[in-house]
C-alpha cells in the first residue's frame, strides 16, 4: 500500500469510487513528442487531467461540486511501447459549491465521458499550442521540422477530429476496493519479473496481452533481441525528481474541508483559506569534526551500525 494511503481513503468511506483512464490517440502519436519532451507532455497529461475532472464536475448541470482526484502516470503497452496515459481514482461526490454539503453522483453515474473527452481534448491541443510558441518543445530526427508553426498545425490537425480515449469504470463499492486497484498501478515498473519466461541466443521471451482479444487467445510471447528489450525498457525511465502519483483538488492535504470529513492527518484549514506555502530551505548539516555522528540500530540489523542520514 502507497505511504498515506489508508489515512487518504478514511476521507469518504460510505461514498462509491470511480476509476478513470485517460490518453491520447494514437495517430498522429502524442507520445512521440513525449519521447524528448517528457517532463512537459507527462505534466500536461496530469495538470489537464485533473482541470477537466474538477471543472466538468464543478459545473451544475453534471454535478455541481467540488472534487479531488489521486492520479497515476503509466507510460508503458504490455509490449513494453511508449504509451503514456493516467489511471485516476476519484470518489463518487464532492462538496457543494455554496456550502459545506457532500453531493453524491446521481444512480451511480459519474461524468459524461463524452463531455470530459471533448474538454480534454482542447484543452490539451491548446497547451501543445502554447508550448510550441514558447519554445519549450524540442525535435528530433524525423520530427525535427515540426519547428515549423505551419508543419506542427498540420501534425495536430488530425486530433482535433478524432475521439480522445477517456474511460470510467463503474463505481467501487468502498475503499477496499480501491485500494485493490491501486495498488496494481502505483508502483509497477514496465515489466513484471513474472513475465519474463526466457534469456538464451534469441533474445528475450516475454508474455504480453492483447487487449483486442478476449479470452485466453488475448496472452501471447514476443521475442526481443537485448538491444531492443533494452531500449524499449529504457522508454519508460523518468526525468530526474518527477513525481508519477499526485493529488489534486480535494485529495490534496492541504485542500480537505471541514474536520467531520478531513482524514486524521489532514492540516485543519479550510479549503477556501488554504495557499501554498513556500518550503523552508534546507540548512546543511554543522557537525564538528570533534563531534561524533549519531548511529541509527535498525530493527534488522544486530551486528552493525548504520549512519544515520543527515
Known amino acids: 500500500?502507497?505511504?498515506?494511503?489508508?489515512?487518504?481513503?478514511?476521507?469518504?468511506?460510505?461514498?462509491?469510487?470511480?476509476?478513470?483512464?485517460?490518453?491520447?490517440?494514437?495517430?498522429?502519436?502524442?507520445?512521440?513528442?513525449?519521447?524528448?519532451?517528457?517532463?512537459?507532455?507527462?505534466?500536461?497529461?496530469?495538470?489537464?487531467?485533473?482541470?477537466?475532472?474538477?471543472?466538468?464536475?464543478?459545473?451544475?448541470?453534471?454535478?455541481?461540486?467540488?472534487i479531488g482526484a489521486t492520479l497515476v502516470l503509466h507510460t508503458w503497452g504490455s509490449q513494453l511501447t511508449h504509451h503514456p496515459h493516467v489511471h485516476g481514482i476519484v470518489p463518487g461526490g464532492g462538496f457543494a459549491l455554496d456550502e459545506d454539503r457532500w453531493v453524491s453522483c446521481k444512480g451511480g453515474f459519474f461524468l459524461p465521458v463524452r463531455v470530459l473527452s471533448r474538454y480534454f481534448r482542447r484543452r490539451f491541443l491548446e497547451e501543445l499550442g502554447n508550448?510550441?510558441?514558447?519554445?519549450?518543445?524540442?525535435?528530433?530526427?524525423?520530427?525535427?521540422?515540426?519547428a515549423d508553426p505551419a508543419a506542427f498545425a498540420d501534425y495536430l490537425e488530425p486530433l482535433r477530429q478524432c475521439e480522445w480515449v477517456v474511460y470510467a469504470k463503474r463505481p467501487f463499492s468502498g475503499p477496499a476496493a480501491v485500494l485493490a486497484y491501486l495498488s496494481r498501478y502505483t508502483h509497477r515498473v514496465a515489466i513484471s519479473n513474472s513475465r519474463l519466461l526466457s534469456c538464451d541466443e534469441r533474445g528475450v521471451t516475454f508474455r504480453w496481452k492483447d487487449y483486442r482479444l478476449k479470452g485466453h487467445t488475448r496472452y501471447k510471447t514476443m521475442t526481443l533481441s537485448y538491444a531492443e528489450f533494452m531500449r524499449r525498457f529504457l522508454l519508460h525511465v523518468l526525468p530526474s525528481g518527477f513525481h508519477r502519483i499526485r493529488h489534486y483538488g480535494l485529495r490534496q492535504r492541504r485542500a480537505l474541508p471541514e474536520p467531520r470529513y478531513r482524514s486524521r492527518t489532514a492540516p485543519s484549514e479550510h479549503p477556501a483559506a488554504s495557499t501554498q506555502r513556500p518550503l523552508a530551505p534546507r540548512r546543511k548539516p554543522t557537525h564538528s569534526a570533534n563531534v561524533p555522528v549519531p548511529t541509527l540500530r535498525r530493527a534488522h540489523d544486530h551486528h552493525r551500525d548504520a549512519p544515520a542520514r543527515s
Open 131 to 146: 508550448a510550441h510558441r514558447a519554445g519549450q518543445l524540442h525535435y528530433f530526427g524525423d520530427h525535427a521540422p515540426l
Open 1 to 66: 500500500m502507497p505511504r498515506g494511503a489508508g489515512s487518504r481513503l478514511e476521507l469518504r468511506t460510505s461514498c462509491p469510487w470511480t476509476t478513470t483512464t485517460w490518453s491520447s490517440p494514437s495517430q498522429p502519436p502524442i507520445s512521440d513528442l513525449a519521447y524528448t519532451n517528457k517532463e512537459l507532455i507527462y505534466g500536461l497529461l496530469f495538470d489537464l487531467t485533473a482541470e477537466t475532472l474538477r471543472t466538468i464536475a464543478a459545473d451544475p448541470k453534471h454535478l455541481g461540486a467540488r
